[in-house]
């Protein structure tokens, strides 16, 4: 069974950009959405961006134009590009598949952003 795998994270200061993969680590088919959540302490977990397999995108309102969402189709892999990190962006993100049968997580990968 697949699992997916996060990598990119870590620290910047405001103003700085950081890029996010995900990467499945076994087989993972009839994907039909992939997506980024985020987690702040004390919030609840919130969709950052989504993409359906049509390639039709979503954003949170907080990470319109400064947040990218993309795939690589053949390798199975969704990344996610941070530019403009703000302090409020500071959180743990999660990568998800969403495939006819069920859903995909990853572990998550923290990201903070401080000067």
């Known amino acids: 069974q697949g699992q997916l795998v996060e990598s990119g994270g870590g620290s910047v200061q405001p103003g700085g950009s950081l890029r996010l993969s995900c990467a499945p680590s076994?087989?993972?088919?009839?994907?039909?959405?992939m997506g980024w959540y985020r987690q702040a302490p004390g919030n609840e977990r919130e969709l950052v961006a989504s993409?359906?397999?049509?390639?039709?995108?979503n954003y949170a309102d907080s990470v319109k134009g400064r947040f990218t969402i993309s795939r690589d189709v053949r390798l199975n892999m969704l990344y996610l590009q941070m530019n403009s990190l703000k302090p409020d962006d500071t959180a743990i993100y999660y990568c998800?598949?969403?495939?006819?049968?069920?859903?995909?997580w990853g572990q998550g990968i923290q990201v903070t952003v401080s000067s």
């Open positions: 998800k598949y969403t495939t006819k049968w069920t859903d995909y």
């Open positions: 076994g087989s993972i088919s009839g994907i039909w959405a």
């Open positions: 993409m359906s397999v049509s390639r039709t995108t």
